[in-house]
């Protein structure tokens, strides 16, 4: 009879999900036992940066992927990053080690007691398999609910079970396919065309399940086909439109009155891929303006649902954007050119602007480059120098947790090979995911990490503006040097003191990883 360890493995391998990113404890050895050729195991030295890394890896290559961590202390470690990963949907199954099943009861030492209520109100699933037998089905579960729900799901699987016998049964999981549709049914459709087509003035707000290769040029026909503004939905991840292209508007503001203000003399929003709406600054006031009718497609049910205002229709966005270009007339809007991008301000002494970091990125890196920001205050400033018209070419922090920018970059380098990626962070921001330095270095990832120093937590010193805190301790992190830190960790760095130097040294290309510190003036992020 074949053990519970190798079904395991052996759907794992079906399924595709053979790079493991995880930080190993005694109760995860057994399942990383006689791990059949073709896995490969990346090392994280945090959790946090473990989660991240797998969140970047999984947004860059669209498929689910295995994250292994060590019982509760390793689950707790990874909650902030996984708060992330549910915002961008991202499909994580995480499997952590559990003590033996006689020893959970009593509470012995890496006993997770009670596991999955730990995990259950962040992630999509989470269970612990009620006896050994089940856990290649609950396994085979986990992926299938990450895929089709597009969150991470948790699984805790007690290090006895791996040697156990699994049953003739289990192998039934090995031939199971999952799959899904999600069209809309032609009255479905023809309601929504004809909608469309009967708007006087309709908008686009797109979210980041635009973005990928397909939808993000289709999003591109539609918007010009309607010649209709468009508008990135609030607390931006991914994105979904070109942002110079002459129809984009940018990202709208995430405060319940702005938005209604933008929509101002819209009669229909349409939403494709976006929740109704992530909005953040408390500004209240009406949701929608007087006689703006605002529609949302997303095959996320659970933002359909929850949405206060507004129809949805669940269903996947590319099928919907598809049907609209086949039924809706009307020539493409000629096309106007990009809008030109501003001359970048300049710094002050040593200390770039950071516009002009960014323009310099703009200028000196091939135009296929992705790029993973976490720099709160360098907002605006990214907007205004950037030039991004492919999909796949950003990613933020989805849910505003900072330790996903450095990981996340390794991350979408390991899933991109193929692309230079450029991870944009700032001084405060490197620091909770800095381990995934050591990770870089390790597998010689080809990542370029542009450190911004302006010494200070930038955001929070503009937050303090508006909710009125302007004397908060606590905002200044002097005497970091991130040169000697990533050095430490094994990947090269320079730092750098003008925009030539800077330009210069971006010109160079590389093909393990390396860290550019430039030291910054403060922006605030709007
Ligand atoms: N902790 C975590 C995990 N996530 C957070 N978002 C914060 C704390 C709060 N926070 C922000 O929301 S922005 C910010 C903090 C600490 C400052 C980030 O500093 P930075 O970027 O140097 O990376 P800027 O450009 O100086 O703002
Ligand atoms: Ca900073």
Redesign the pocket.
């Known amino acids: 009879m074949p053990s519970v360890r190798r079904v395991a493995h052996a759907f794992l391998a079906r399924q595709g999900l053979t790079t493991v990113f995880g930080n190993p404890g005694s109760n995860e050895l057994p399942f990383l036992a006689g791990l059949p050729d073709g896995f490969r195991y990346v090392l994280g030295l945090h959790e946090g940066a473990v989660v991240g890394m797998a969140d970047g890896y999984a947004q860059a290559t669209g498929r689910p992927v295995l994250v292994n961590l060590h019982a509760a202390s390793g689950s707790g470690n990874a909650m ?1 990053a996984l708060t992330n990963a549910v915002a961008s949907r991202t499909p994580l199954v995480v499997v952590a080690g559990q003590q033996v099943r006689s020893a959970v009861g009593p509470e012995a030492n890496l006993a997770n007691v009670d596991a999955a209520a730990l995990m259950k109100p962040l992630v999509g699933w989470a269970a612990e398999p009620a006896c050994a037998e089940d856990v290649p089905r609950a396994l085979a579960q986990a992926v299938f609910e990450a895929r089709l729900q597009r969150r991470p799901t948790y699984l805790s699987v007690p290090y006895d079970d791996w040697a156990a016998d699994a049953g003739d049964n289990s192998l039934a999981v090995l031939e199971r396919e999952v799959a899904r549709a999600a069209v809309p049914d032609a009255e479905q459709g023809r309601r929504l065309a004809e909608r469309v087509a009967a708007a006087r003035r309709p908008a686009l707000v797109l979210g980041g399940d635009v973005d990928t290769p397909g939808l993000f040029h289709d999003a591109v026909r539609l918007a010009e086909r309607l010649g209709c503004p468009v508008w990135a939905a609030p607390s931006l991840f991914r994105l979904p439109f070109p942002n110079r292209h002459p129809l984009f508007r940018g990202v709208l503001p995430a405060g319940i009155a702005p938005v209604a203000a933008a929509f101002e003399g819209h009669d229909l929003v349409l939403v494709l891929g976006a929740p109704v709406f992530r909005y953040h600054e408390h500004l209240p006031g009406r949701y929608l303006p007087e006689g703006t009718r605002l529609v949302q497609v997303t095959e996320d049910a659970s933002a359909a649902a929850r949405a206060p205002m507004g129809e949805a229709l669940v269903a996947d966005p590319a099928a919907v954007v598809e049907h609209l270009l086949k039924v809706l007339d009307g020539a493409a809007t000629s096309g106007a050119p990009y809008r030109p991008v501003p001359e970048p301000p300049a710094g002050d002494g040593a200390r770039l602007h950071p516009e002009e970091v960014f323009a310099a990125l703009r200028d000196e890196q091939p135009e296929d480059t992705a790029y993973v920001v ?5 907002n605006s400033a990214w907007w205004r120098q950037m030039d991004l018209r492919r999909p796949g070419s950003y990613y933020f ?1 989805a849910a ?4 996903f ?1 450095l990981p996340g970059a390794v991350g979408v380098a390991m899933g991109h090979p193929d692309r230079p990626v450029v991870g944009v ?6 620091n ?1 995911g800095i381990t995934a330095l050591w990770t870089a270095a390790q597998h010689r990832v080809p990542l370029t990490v542009v450190l ?1 120093r ?1 010494g ?5 010193r503009w ?1 303090g503006g508006l909710l009125g805190v302007p004397d908060a301790p606590g905002l200044d ?1 002097p005497g970091l040097d991130f040169t000697r830190i990533a050095e430490g960790y094994g990947v090269p760095s320079r730092h750098v003191t003008g925009a030539g130097e800077l330009r210069a040294v971006l010109a160079e290309r590389t093909d393990g990883p390396r860290l550019i510190q430039v030291d910054t003036t ?1 922006t605030t ?1 709007a």
């Open positions: 902030g976490e720099s709160t205050s360098t922090p505003g947790g900072l330790g920018g962070v700032g001084d405060g921001s490197a909770y911004l302006n200070t937590y930038g955001a929070l937050f992190i403060l992020p």
